[in-house]
């Protein structure tokens, strides 16, 4: 099967083509390296000269396509030019070619072939002086360093400059693409951290402002028309400086409303009457305890959409939230009547649990949320582990 050769590059079509006009205008002026006379010059005459300049000229059109191959076959072109008297063009068309070998090539021939160079060189020099004890015979090491070993280094040279810029941009590239993956993240983050507080802030009022717009609006009573409005009142109030809060965090520390303080444990009485004031009859069992910031605004949120999940789902029953110190956690568990309704007081967006349990495993904390059967029947049961025991920091909303 014959062997197809790769195609050549237009800049070592140049260089070929160019090697190969000015081996033939000094051999048309008949300018050789060396007379004729000499006795180790093989073949002497001028048209031997052209052979090795020929077969070095086609080897150039390989010189990046195909370096090794360009290379073993100029090594006995040089070789054949030693016997002639020779053609300047051709030796350096041929340290060209140890050049491109060493640059282009692959890089176990790379490192392999300034040894081997090498090693020529020293033995160009101590053989022929070991033999014929001249000085002058030194001259044949130094020529073939010139010719092999110096082309050789600088191709190995500018190889190692050029893996190093090479490394160099794909290490800017990794750290560009690195930054855009954080800054992706981190905006990803950040809106789902005001996804979640949106959602908490307006869930439990908006779904209190639909139940008893609905109630005010299905009964023929002056009266629990008016209380419905008062309570449709309230949450409109507390909901709406719950959306100033929000956006304060949103805004500039340099803008007209700055972040208010973040809800803490000690609101739970607060948002415990107002559930109440809903119509839930909700029961609150609270340990007084230290906890990260984090923490306490974790359970806060926590107990706060599990209070909205029962004003929109819960049966008719009793409502309980507890939290306790438990093994350097804090366990927050919110118990509410299951079943016994047909549709949701009120429609949701079905965010909530994900957001609890966001806010959980931000925390490395462990949730559920599930039916259970209990000696007062079926209940809906919300637990929510948050560890406390090492310090946590920053904002996990």
């Known amino acids: 099967m014959a062997v197809r050769l790769p195609r050549p590059r237009r800049f070592d079509v140049y260089v070929a083509l160019g090697g190969l006009l000015g081996g033939l205008l000094l051999w048309g002026v008949g300018l050789a390296t060396r007379p004729h006379t000499e006795p180790y010059v093989l073949l002497p005459g001028r048209w031997p000269l052209l052979l090795p300049l020929v077969v070095m000229a086609g080897c150039e059109l ?22 002639t008297q020779g053609n300047l063009v051709t030796i350096l068309m041929y340290t060209d070619l140890m050049y491109a070998a060493v640059l282009y090539g692959p890089p176990a021939s790379a490192h392999r072939i300034p040894r081997i160079t090498g090693l020529l060189t020293v033995a160009g020099a101590v053989v022929p002086f070991a033999v014929w004890r001249e000085p002058e015979a030194l001259l044949i090491g130094v020529i073939t360093g010139l010719v092999t070993f110096g082309p050789a280094v600088t191709g190995l040279i500018v190889r ?56 005010a609006l299905s009964l023929d009573d002056p009266k629990t028309s008016q209380e419905a409005l008062v309570v449709i009142r309230e949450n409109s109030v507390e909901g709406l400086a719950e959306m100033r809060r929000l956006i304060g965090i949103l805004r500039d520390s340099s803008g007209d409303a700055g972040p208010s303080v973040a809800p803490t444990l000690d609101g739970l009485g607060s948002l415990v009457d107002g559930a ?25 949120r926590i107990v706060q959409e599990s209070l909205t999940n029962a004003l929109k789902h819960a049966a008719p029953g009793p409502v309980t939230v507890s939290l306790a110190r438990r093994d350097g956690s804090l366990v927050v568990s919110v118990r509410s009547p299951c079943g016994g309704r047909d549709a949701p007081r009120a429609p949701g967006s079905g965010a909530g649990l994900v957001g609890m349990r966001e806010r959980v495993a931000l925390l490395d904390g462990t949730f559920e949320a599930a039916p259970e059967d209990s000696p007062e029947g079926r209940i809906w049961m919300v637990r929510a582990i948050l560890p406390v025991s090492h310090s946590l920091q920053g904002d996990t909303a």
Do not use: C, F, K, W
């Not at 191959?69 to 100029?74: D, E, F, Q």
């Not at 190692?160 to 990794?174: S, W």
């Not at 609150?284 to 990260?292: G, N, T, Y």
């Open 62 to 83: 390989l010189r990046r396509a195909a370096p090794r191959t360009a290379l073993l076959i100029g090594t006995p072109a040089i070789v054949l030019d030693t016997g």
């Open 276 to 300: 109440r004031a809903n119509g839930l009859d909700v029961t609150l069992d609270a340990e007084r305890s230290e906890v990260p910031a984090p923490v306490e605004l974790a359970a806060y």
């Open 160 to 215: 190692n400059h050029r893996d190093a810029a090479e490394a160099a941009r794909l290490r800017a590239e990794q750290t560009t693409l690195l930054a855009e993956m954080d800054r992706t993240q981190a905006v990803t983050a950040e809106r789902a951290r005001m996804a979640r507080e949106l959602h908490d802030l307006v869930a439990n009022h908006l779904s209190a402002i639909a139940i008893h717009s609905t109630a």
